[in-house]
């Protein structure tokens, strides 16, 4: 049954490369996003008023053959008053597909005495082409001009948009238009259908003590990518010195999902398990996320432990929570 499914796999993508030339919204990866908003909304660029880096790695569907498996490394933080700068990398392997993302993205931080937002963009290159290996697989034509076109990848130059806020200290909120604008790059006679996507996103920060908790919804419609949302419970305790979370998914995409982490001075270190509520879980041992935060200084502005509300920054002072905490 497992040979069966696998070769299933296979041929999907392969028949994908000769339907389209975009197969999906590489946002859709990560199951953390409601932890690190920046990975998804170029709003959030800068917000922690730190400078981070975030390397995660995902294994979907773990010890079936041929699961996706991803790995992203990226940095953000403030470059001058109110401007943050990012950039980010990306692989994601599906089978015999293969996605590269390249980005770089700047915010800019609205304040009012009520309310902090940053509105941003990001530039972005992404490539999708098939691995070498489907050239010698018994099932595919190796002269087939299609496979070979899709072999060498196609290019696309993305522009996002989106914006992330906190207002009251206590109600965050973010939307992210992706891929706004899209353009294939080098193949000029290549169509395909794009969806205009978006994620939205809305919670709520209640302290108790040393506990905070943070409930949160993000809403996703995006390209290629059937609808659903993500109900999340966050909790931090002892300053963020320790966290745990439960993700509910509802929509297109059904899983359970659960979120334990930690900080250790300027790392912080977290897990996630989502299992699925498709038939296919029983094929495999769920999904694995990975992610370290590495807090290497401070900018010129910072977040306090409550929120986005800026203040001056000093050699001592570490930020333990915040948005993309």
Do not use: C
């Not at 930690?262 to 296919?280: E, I, V």
């Not at 290497?296 to 800026?310: C, P």
Request: hydrophobic share 35%; aromatic share 12%.
């Amino acid at each position: 049954m497992k040979r069966l499914l696998f070769v299933f796999i296979l041929l999907a993508v392969v028949s994908s490369a000769v339907a389209q030339v975009r197969y999906f919204d590489e946002r859709y990866v990560s199951t953390l996003s409601f932890l690190n908003p920046v990975l998804i909304n170029p709003g959030a660029t800068g917000n922690a008023g730190t400078h981070q880096v975030i390397v995660n790695y995902k294994n979907k569907w773990a010890t079936f053959p041929g699961t996706p498996k991803s790995y992203l490394v990226s940095y953000d933080g403030p470059v001058a008053d109110r401007l943050g700068f990012g950039v980010l990398a990306s692989s994601d392997t599906n089978g015999s597909l293969e996605t590269t993302k390249l980005q770089g993205s700047l915010s800019y931080t609205i304040e009012s005495p009520k309310n902090v937002i940053g509105a941003g963009f990001s530039a972005e290159y992404i490539n999708h082409n098939l691995a070498g290996d489907v050239l010698t697989h018994r099932y595919v034509d190796a002269g087939d001009a299609i496979i070979l076109d899709r072999s060498a990848g196609n290019g696309f130059f993305d522009v996002s948009v989106g914006a992330q806020g906190l207002y009251d200290k206590t109600i965050s909120y973010g939307i992210s238009l992706p891929s706004l604008v899209s353009s294939s790059i080098g193949n000029s006679d290549d169509t395909f259908t794009r969806e205009i996507g978006f994620i939205a996103n809305v919670g709520y920060i209640y302290s108790s003590g040393d506990a905070t908790f943070e409930p949160s919804v993000f809403v996703k419609q995006l390209n290629n990518v059937p609808f659903h949302a993500d109900i999340n419970l966050l909790g931090r305790f002892i300053d963020d010195k320790l966290r745990g979370g439960i993700t509910y998914t509802v929509g297109g995409d059904k899983r359970l999902g659960f979120l334990v982490g930690a900080t250790f001075n300027a790392m912080g270190l977290n897990y996630s398990y989502n299992a699925s509520r498709h038939d296919f879980q029983t094929y495999n041992n769920g999904s694995h996320e990975f992610s370290l935060r590495f807090d290497i200084g401070g900018g010129k502005k910072k977040v306090d432990a409550e929120g986005m509300e800026m203040m001056p920054e000093t050699k001592t002072e570490r930020v333990l929570e915040g948005i993309n905490n």
